[in-house]
């Protein structure tokens, strides 16, 4: 796996199954989320986009399905805090060592917090992104939470 991703070398790493899909990156996409999932196939429920955002100033990481929108209060509430932001696009790729469009819960250069939509998290697969732009992963909710050391919270808006 020498040409994996930092995303790719930490599942094996963790001996966890996955499966590898590419498609094809625009850029400028306005929901690339949806774009990914309409392009490999999978319902967007269970293509996950990568969001880092700021908890009371600190880095964290959420994932929730593509065609969903993120609820600050509840991102907040889920990392115990009072208020979050999205997090600066550069500093987003400065903290994972990963370009936007293509962050991945796994395998980022400094680990942050990281929280996962619970909605999504009862189905028996799911798709992330997997390291770069147009290469997603599927994996079971079980490994995504253990390789990335997160838990499944609420943090989409209704």
């Given at each position: 796996?020498?040409?994996?991703?930092?995303?790719?070398?930490?599942?094996?790493?963790?001996?966890?199954?996955?499966?590898?899909?590419?498609?094809?990156?625009?850029?400028?996409?306005?929901?690339?989320?949806?774009?990914?999932?309409?392009?490999?196939?999978?319902?967007?429920?269970?293509?996950?986009?990568?969001?880092?955002?700021?908890?009371?100033?600190?880095?964290?990481?959420?994932?929730?399905?593509?065609?969903?929108?993120?609820?600050?209060?509840?991102?907040?509430?889920?990392?115990g805090g009072k208020?979050?932001?999205?997090?600066?696009?550069?500093?987003?790729?400065?903290?994972?060592?990963?370009?936007?469009?293509?962050?991945?819960?796994?395998?980022?250069?400094?680990?942050?917090?990281?929280?996962?939509?619970?909605?999504?998290?009862?189905?028996?697969?799911?798709?992330?992104?997997?390291?770069?732009?147009?290469?997603?992963?599927?994996?079971?909710?079980?490994?995504?939470?253990?390789?990335?050391?997160?838990?499944?919270?609420?943090?989409?808006?209704?």
């Amino acid at each position: 796996m020498s040409k994996g991703t930092p995303a790719t070398q930490a599942l094996a790493r963790a001996k966890v199954a996955f499966e590898l899909l590419e498609y094809d990156y625009v850029s400028g996409q306005a929901q690339i989320g949806l774009h990914a999932a309409e392009e490999i196939g999978w319902p967007p429920e269970k293509v996950l986009k990568t969001l880092m955002v700021e908890v009371d100033g600190k880095p964290c990481c959420a994932a929730i399905p593509s065609g969903a929108s993120l609820s600050m209060k509840r991102v907040a509430s889920a990392f115990g805090g009072k208020s979050a932001q999205m997090m600066d696009p550069a500093k987003a790729e400065r903290l994972t060592g990963m370009h936007t469009g293509g962050i991945s819960p796994f395998g980022q250069k400094k680990r942050v917090p990281t929280a996962f939509e619970a909605a999504a998290m009862g189905a028996e697969r799911i798709v992330l992104n997997g390291g770069r732009r147009g290469l997603m992963v599927v994996v079971t909710p079980a490994d995504a939470l253990e390789v990335s050391g997160g838990k499944a919270a609420p943090l989409a808006a209704d």
